[in-house]
């Protein structure tokens, strides 16, 4: 079942639906839960910002494991999304014209979203149930999430993730933070993003954007957590190459051995 439900974000009292998947269930059969940023991009291309969306629908409807999706839909209007997905404020850069309301947005899903889910849907609300996950500053929003709250999470899946302007803020996180040597973190790249001048003419293991992603996932061993790195080859930073990555990202989160 697929459905969208109207829901208040309330660091700013303004609207952003949750896009609701719930596999068919038995009577009494609960199922984990992963939240997804830019709920709208998820499941339906009538929906999505650039008219393809991940398919996880599809993907869902026939993998092995049953699976209750709330994909949570960001403002579209002007630099809400930004706002609404930078957990680092930044004080020079591009960055730095944003409010910075990413950490609001995480106590927002953790405090009002979550309890909401766990509480009208059948759901397994344990910690080691429940993931998260996203794509660009999605994906740095997912990351954030899975350090700065293990408690909640266990598992994330942090797809072309934008990480460049904030790594040093986020590997004293991964380093300070209490996290559980039971996390799963899914890291991944395409090899043709277009992340920045910085990449061009690079190969991928001599590009900014793979040392970012290694230096990510070196840290999170560090602290005992299990984390897959994945290039993309030929990969964009698109939603049809995002869609490809479903099998590989879900089976790492959900159904591989350590």
Not at 43 to 58: E, I, M, N
Not at 169 to 195: N, Q
Not at 252 to 258: A, D, G, H, V, Y
């Amino acid at each position: 079942m697929l459905f969208k439900e109207d829901f208040i974000y309330t660091p700013n009292g303004k609207n952003r639906p949750l896009h609701i998947y719930v596999p068919d269930l038995a009577e009494g059969e609960r199922a984990p839960v992963m939240y997804f940023f830019d709920g709208h991009n998820l499941f339906l291309d009538s929906d999505a910002t650039y008219g393809k969306s991940w398919g996880l629908s599809r993907f869902l409807d026939r993998w092995q494991k049953k699976m209750i999706i709330i994909g949570m839909e960001c403002g579209h209007e002007g630099d809400e999304r930004l706002n609404e997905y930078l957990p680092y404020p930044a004080k020079r850069g591009f960055f730095s014209r944003f409010e910075g309301l990413g950490d609001q947005t995480m106590r927002w899903i953790v405090e009002d979203i979550k309890p909401k889910v766990d509480r009208e849907l059948p759901t397994l609300p344990f910690r080691e149930c429940t993931g998260i996950g996203g794509s660009s500053m999605g994906g740095l929003m997912a990351l954030y999430g899975v350090v700065r709250y293990n408690g909640v999470f266990s598992k994330a899946a942090c797809l072309s993730s934008a990480i460049g302007f904030c790594m040093p803020k986020l590997t004293r996180d991964i380093r300070s933070c209490p996290i559980s040597p039971d996390t799963r973190v899914y890291l991944s790249w395409g090899s043709k993003e277009a992340l920045g001048k910085a990449d061009e003419g690079r190969t991928d293991r001599t590009s900014p954007t793979f040392r970012r992603n290694r230096e990510t996932a070196f840290a999170l061993r560090d602290r005992g957590c299990a984390v897959r790195l994945h290039c993309q080859t030929g990969g964009e930073h698109c939603e049809a190459d995002w869609e490809k990555q479903l099998p590989l990202s879900m089976h790492f989160l959900w159904t591989s051995p350590r």
